[in-house]
């Protein structure tokens, strides 16, 4: 029989940079103000036309699922302009017919108005804010340019959201001191009406003088063949300890009161990671390379977080965006986070949760002297493995067709399984996005 078989490439997702790095604040932690340096001096920040057009027509013809959705990112998008995005909808309004296209926008929310989240609201957008937490925490590394902090600004931005109707989520990166306030972050999110909330742990290395200058990597050996002897830790690093039990503090709180109410990515991940499926996120999956970011000018690197010449893949004017990707896994950036897997990793209990963490963050060292642990390594161990008697109970209601929620009853007393509860009911509490 000579009937064609269809060869289904697996999903990607891409992060696109249409103003670049360019920012209206300089947060003390931001890893990507750095890339200006990448061009020269005068350069025009703003993704072109062309460039926009290919873009979005080739990530919706290499995007293999139903749905297709579009990041926007920065930088700080909105100094776009809230007409760059309607051009945005135009383009996509055509392609629309075969796949769902959705968007979102990460923003600081500082130049939101009521054009732009009437905008949103009408083209349904999700918007994600930064935003770390109360006044305090938040102000401590997200200031302006001119020293100021950004927090009431932010919060204008967020009650404009609320009052326009327009869905919106949180991420909140956590450093050290941030660390040591859990209950006073997450309460925070939960009183300003967050119900979806991520959390990232900022891990930055001190320049040396190799990397004090972005333009030494054009000439150097690739990050993937050498070794990262530099291990010192910025200020505002969170400590690895310290980052567990910020995570450890706030899920018990949510699990004992906001399953079903209150979404947390962090935990989401961890779930499905316990039921054994992919994990949805790029830092915690076995092998990396679909995660793809494109630049303002239409270059396209292997990652975010490796927007450095050698990593490059392409530009989608003269390049397939969906080869690009390919390219990214086959070539060494993929299969290379699992390949280098210490050894102590490869036996550890909570692997599969994990898979040893993004690589641009492995430059510590094991206990018995191998080079290529997360520096996070001891604070993700202690969170896998207090959370495991909850993923148990979380197993055993899915397997039972029940809703997720019903742990919250199980943790007070004993759970009474009822089968078959409303369908209604299942799909409203599921903590899965």
């Known amino acids: 029989m000579n009937a064609a078989i269809e060869v289904r490439r697996p999903g990607m997702h891409v992060l696109a940079k249409p103003i670049g790095s360019v920012c209206d604040i300089a947060c003390d932690y931001c890893f990507y103000l750095e890339k200006r340096e990448l061009y020269p001096r005068g350069e025009h920040f703003r993704m072109p036309d062309e460039v ?6 080739q990530y919706v013809e290499a995007q293999p699922t139903p749905v297709v959705e579009f990041v926007w990112h920065g930088g700080e998008p909105t100094l776009l302009g809230v007409d760059f995005f309607r051009r945005v909808v135009e383009l996509q309004k055509p392609l629309r017919g075969a796949k769902e296209i959705r968007n979102a926008l990460q923003t600081n929310a500082m130049r939101l108005d009521d054009e732009w989240c009437a905008f949103f609201k009408d083209n349904d957008f999700l918007v994600g804010v930064s935003l770390d937490g109360p006044r305090e925490i938040h102000d401590r590394y997200r200031r302006d340019r001119k020293g100021a902090g950004t927090f009431d600004r932010v919060m204008a931005g967020v009650e404009l959201l609320k009052r326009h109707g327009v869905e919106f989520n949180v991420l909140a990166c956590v450093g050290r001191e941030t660390a040591y306030e859990p209950l006073a972050v997450y309460r925070f999110f939960k009183e300003i009406g967050a119900r979806y909330i991520q959390f990232t742990p900022i891990v930055e290395r001190e320049a040396d003088t190799e ?35 910020f995570l450890i503090a706030i899920y018990e709180e949510w699990v004992r009161r906001d399953v079903g109410a209150t979404f947390v990515m962090n935990f989401e991940w961890a779930l499905t990671a316990w039921l054994g499926e992919a994990s949805p996120v790029c830092i915690f999956s076995k092998t990396c390379g679909r995660a793809v970011a494109i630049e303002h000018d239409g270059a396209v690197f292997a ?131």
């Open 52 to 57: 926009l057009s290919r873009y979005i027509e």
């Open 211 to 245: 990397t004090k200058a972005i333009r030494f990597w054009l000439a150097r050996p690739s990050a993937l063949d050498r070794p990262e002897p530099n291990t010192r830790v910025t200020p505002w690093t969170v400590e690895p300890e310290a980052y567990g039990d």
């Open 303 to 433: 990652c975010d977080h490796y927007v450095y010449p050698e990593y490059k893949l392409g530009n989608v004017l003269t390049d397939n965006l969906g080869d690009m990707v390919e390219r990214s896994v086959a070539g060494g950036f993929g299969p290379h986070k699992e390949a280098t897997l210490p050894r102590t990793c490869r036996s550890c209990e909570v692997k599969e949760a994990c898979w040893g963490g993004c690589p641009k963050h492995r430059f510590a060292t094991t206990p018995d002297g191998e080079p290529g642990l997360h520096y996070l390594c001891a604070g993700y161990k202690k969170f896998f493995r207090h959370i495991r008697k909850y993923l148990r109970a979380m197993t055993t209601l899915i397997e039972n067709d029940l809703p997720v929620s019903a742990v919250m009853q199980a943790i007070d007393g004993p759970l009474i399984i009822t089968r078959n509860p409303p369908a209604a009911a299942r799909a409203a509490e599921s903590p899965l996005r």
